[in-house]
């Protein structure tokens, strides 16, 4: 994504890691990948890590957690499940989703090769991050923009596409701002 004239960037969503469920010898290697994966960036790459503690939208995520009852002979133990999770989504325990957000940013003179900088550098972080099971996905324009202003707006969706703010001669950040 061109930010300013002579300046790119590309985002990417970081899936979890399981670290609390490994053994020691295991977590000193996940730190130890991330370490060399941000120690690999040259001096002329921007990173940035966001971390979004999104409130999970409950009617939803209960439609989608909560047992349908079956009138099996197991209901019983279906609607003490459903209590013990409305319970805990009631408690306020758990009702976040991290969502982790990794940015490499360039100055370059040409798109050309800035992409392919931050192309190289996607796929050696993703290869790195695939080593320790951790999911990491290109975002893409639209995808980003509206992250972005789910973060800083609260609005999932904006009310625009590419082809409106390019007729408009807008950009993204009248939008979200």
Do not use: C, W
């Amino acid at each position: 994504m061109q930010v300013k004239e002579d300046y790119f960037s590309q985002s990417y969503l970081l899936g979890d890691v399981n670290y609390q469920t490994v053994g020691l010898e295991d977590k000193g290697a996940i730190i130890e990948k991330y370490s060399d994966l941000i120690n690999s960036l040259d001096d002329q790459t921007n990173f940035q890590l966001t971390i979004f503690n999104k409130r999970l939208n409950l009617e939803k995520f209960r439609q989608s957690v909560l047992y349908e009852e079956k009138e099996d002979g197991y209901d019983t133990y279906r609607k003490e499940l459903n209590r013990m999770m409305n319970q805990n989504l009631d408690s306020g325990e758990n009702n976040f989703s991290a969502v982790k957000l990794i940015s490499f940013g360039r100055k370059d003179s040409s798109p050309k090769q800035a992409y392919r900088s931050l192309s190289q550098i996607g796929e050696y972080f993703k290869s790195g991050f695939s080593e320790i099971d951790a999911r990491f996905e290109s975002l893409a324009g639209e995808e980003r923009v509206n992250l972005l202003a789910d973060m800083l707006r609260g609005e999932h969706h904006l009310p625009f596409s590419y082809r409106d703010l390019t007729r408009s001669g807008q950009t993204t950040r009248h939008f979200i701002a």
